[in-house]
């Protein structure tokens, strides 16, 4: 094998800017009421029911029919305050697009995701705040974590006149909307521009780089506050335990993802032979996004079928279409390095055994590599509660309730950091949940 060929540059500004488009182009008005003239506006309709946060979808479509487009983002976004960013990150092909009537074997489903961006783009653009906050209660609530579920949150319980104060420990607000979304999904500063909106309605304070376990603990919290809610993501990141796995020129996935959207990506060094190891969202993400930095030959390897694959069909799609290579049925077993750097990844083979147990079968290959992302997943580790009485967890994650409450009296959690799908839309819809608990919990009162 060859020495390494890592470096930046390998497309210009230009070509990088022109390959990270959006996938699809927004709608325009003529094609936003055409596409919304093919609802059938169904009664008990299955799309608002595969929806992880309930939006009447065909609802906001008759306002888009009928050119009330203010009318149907606040329909969207008084169920999904981040209805902007799940119109364009949602796995729509497995939830309400996947369910439309109109998914015939003759016909396409309605655009649910991209009428949902018409709408919601429409009224950002306007810069309209359609929220108002209800008469203070004099409650003050603590959320930690300024991802989608504590931003959720904090914008649900503002409008139901509490005081907020987010705790987060970075610099920015908005969790992985800000450092983990594809940079082709989350074009310019979007993330930055909805957590503006969701502040906008008042009553919510931020306290940038304050981070639970370090500088404030649980228990502290629950003594000055009159609730609190847990929105901490993951926070850990899963290992290969393989020799030759700190070699230069490998990395985990997300931290690279993470330096394509806070840096300039022209800057970013790119191999020009990438091996990616993983079958999730992640690990379509970075295959597909060093493709569009330049990247020769991106083979993306995963140890099981092409069914077992945690990313959908349609990620994969869009991975082939940029000319990512998906393996499937192969297991990294060693990182192969010379002189530090990395040069490939040598690979098993392998099959279910009759009780459907993956094994490797001791055949082997390598594959050569200037670059190795590693996109096994990520976890939760409940390290900010150190010195505190700890939630009680499930399956390494914080225990809830449907309501999302914790073990802990005045405690709820949301989000990645508790079981559930991993999903934007659904730490979101965590968020809205919990809140309506607390509110309850603090005034007694189902609702507003
Ligand atoms: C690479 C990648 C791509 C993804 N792509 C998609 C996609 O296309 N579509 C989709 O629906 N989902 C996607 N997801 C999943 C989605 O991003 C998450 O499900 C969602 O962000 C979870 O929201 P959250 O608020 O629970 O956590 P996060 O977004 O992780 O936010 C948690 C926040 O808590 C803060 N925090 C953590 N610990 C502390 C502490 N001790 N003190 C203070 N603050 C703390 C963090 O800094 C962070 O801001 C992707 C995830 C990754 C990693
Ligand atoms: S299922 Fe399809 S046709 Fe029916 S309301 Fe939903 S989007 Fe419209």
């Known amino acids: 094998m060859n020495g390494t060929d890592i470096r930046a540059g390998r497309?210009?500004?230009?070509?990088?800017?022109?390959?990270y488009r959006a996938l699809q182009p927004p709608l325009d008005e003529m094609q936003a009421i055409q596409e919304a003239a093919r609802c059938l506006f169904c009664f008990d309709a299955p799309c608002t029911e595969a929806c992880p946060t309930c939006i009447d979808i065909p609802g906001f479509i008759r306002r888009i029919s009928t050119g009330n487009v203010r009318g149907a983002a606040v329909t969207i976004l008084e169920e999904n305050i981040m209805g902007g960013t799940c119109a364009s990150v949602c796995p729509v092909e497995e939830l309400c697009e996947a369910v439309c009537v109109k998914n015939t074997a003759e016909e396409k489903p309605v655009e649910i995701g991209r009428l949902q961006d018409y709408a919601t783009a429409s009224l950002f653009e306007r810069g309209i705040q359609p929220f108002?906050?209800?008469?203070?209660?004099?409650?003050?609530?603590?959320?930690?974590?300024?991802g989608p579920a504590g931003?959720?949150?904090?914008?649900?319980?503002?409008?139901?006149?509490?005081?907020v104060t987010v705790i987060e420990a970075r610099d920015k607000p908005g969790g992985l909307n800000e450092y983990g979304l594809a940079a082709y999904k989350m074009l310019g500063d979007r993330a930055a521009r909805e957590v503006e909106f969701i502040l906008g309605i008042g009553g919510i304070e931020i306290r940038k780089g304050f981070a639970l376990g370090r500088d404030v603990s649980l228990d502290a919290l629950r003594e000055v506050y009159d609730a609190v809610f847990l929105g901490l993501g993951h926070n850990a990141v899963n290992a290969l335990g393989l020799d030759g796995e700190d070699a230069s020129g490998v990395s985990n996935a997300v931290d690279y993802i993470e330096r394509i959207r806070q840096e300039d990506p022209s800057?970013?060094?790119?191999?020009?032979?990438?091996?990616?190891?993983?079958?999730?969202?992640?690990?379509?993400?970075?295959?597909?996004?060093?493709?569009?930095?330049?990247?020769?030959?991106v083979t993306l390897v995963y140890r099981r079928g092409e069914a077992d694959m945690g990313a959908t069909d349609h990620e994969q799609e869009v991975a082939q279409t940029n000319g990512v290579l998906i393996k499937n049925w192969a297991q990294p077993v060693r990182i192969l390095a010379d002189g530090g750097a990395v040069r490939g990844v040598e690979f098993e083979y392998t099959e279910y055994d009759a009780q459907h147990r993956l094994r490797g079968t001791g055949e082997t290959f390598a594959l050569e590599a200037d670059q190795v992302f590693k996109a096994i997943g990520q976890h939760f580790e409940p390290t900010g509660f150190a010195d505190s009485e700890a939630p009680a967890l499930e399956r390494g994650r914080i225990a809830v309730d449907a309501q999302r409450r914790t073990s802990l009296a005045g405690v709820w959690a949301g989000g990645d950091c508790v079981a559930g799908a991993d999903l934007t839309v659904v730490a979101v819809q965590?968020?809205?949940?919990?809140?309506?608990s607390i509110h309850e919990f603090l005034t007694g009162a189902p609702d507003g």
């Open 11 to 19: 497309l210009d500004a230009v070509q990088i800017a022109d390959n």
């Open 430 to 436: 965590d968020g809205k949940l919990a809140a309506h």
């Open 151 to 163: 931003l959720a949150c904090a914008h649900r319980l503002a409008m139901l006149g509490h005081e």
């Open 132 to 146: 108002t906050r209800a008469s203070s209660t004099g409650r003050h609530v603590a959320v930690v974590g300024a």
């Open 267 to 297: 800057g970013l060094p790119v191999g020009r032979r990438v091996v990616v190891i993983g079958g999730g969202n992640t690990a379509i993400d970075i295959a597909v996004q060093v493709k569009k930095l330049g990247a020769e030959y």
